[in-house]
């Protein structure tokens, strides 16, 4: 059974650009969550989607948005890039939620110059 | 607010001694709460969970301590092997389709 997997794994922007980071969760789940971790700031929450409904938003600004589609595969978009967006985003996958047991991939490192 | 924190930044253990993360949140109404080992370049890999509704449960040479008294939860590695050296996480959750998690404590298994 294949884990979750993210697209691309590591990527190089400039400040201004925009990016679309990619999250395809196990088959069968349709709840995907997405993180930013950061040394500084740990791992934050950012959104929760689950059957194309955003369910929940963490404390990002509007830059930071997301969706998902009907085979449950999700993306987000950073737009107007700033150099502290440099993270690893994570995405996690789990049956419903509850999120007791979410499978995460293993990231996008972003990185903005 | 709601915080999950660890109360140490890292933890050297020696190979076959047992190892105890310590982990503290303030969120009484958080239903479960989950550990999560991290090993480098990979995503956090889920370890053991427990409801709020209970005390211990045990996993397979991992224990999980919940005291909602106060409001403190523990990991026990039973016997700690080189190959669980890694940053370990706890984050708490409830109906809101998130998870808060702590800082992280890195473990580093000596020989």
């Known amino acids: 059974k294949a884990g979750v997997t993210q697209t691309p794994r590591y990527l190089i922007k400039t400040r201004g650009q925009q990016v679309t980071l990619s999250c395809s969760p196990i088959?069968?789940?349709?709840?995907v969550s997405w993180y930013q971790q950061t040394p500084g700031q740990g791992l934050q929450f950012l959104f929760e989607y689950f059957s194309e409904t955003q369910r929940n938003k963490g404390n990002f600004p509007g830059r930071f948005s997301g969706r998902q589609f009907s085979n449950s595969r999700s993306e987000m978009n950073v737009s107007t890039l700033e150099l502290g967006d440099s993270a690893l985003y994570l995405c996690?996958?789990?049956?419903?939620?509850?999120?007791?047991?979410?499978?995460f991939g293993q990231g996008t490192r972003l990185t903005v110059v | 607010g709601e915080s999950v924190g660890l109360h140490l930044p890292t933890l050297s253990v020696q190979e076959g001694d047992n190892s105890i993360i310590n982990c503290a949140y303030s969120n009484s109404a958080s239903d479960y709460f989950i550990w999560y080992k991290q090993e480098s370049g990979k995503g956090p890999q889920f370890i053991i969970d427990i409801r709020s509704n209970m005390d211990k449960r045990q996993g397979q040479r991992v224990t999980v301590l919940l005291n909602k008294t106060v409001k403190h939860l523990s990991l026990q590695i039973a016997a700690t092997q080189p190959g669980d050296s890694a940053v370990y996480f706890c984050?708490?959750?409830?109906?809101?389709?998130?998870?808060?998690f702590g800082a992280g404590t890195t473990v580093t298994v000596r020989a």
């Open positions: 984050a708490e959750g409830s109906n809101d389709y998130k998870l808060s």
């Open positions: 996690a996958s789990s049956l419903e939620t509850g999120i007791t047991e979410a499978f």
């Open positions: 088959s069968g789940h349709r709840s």
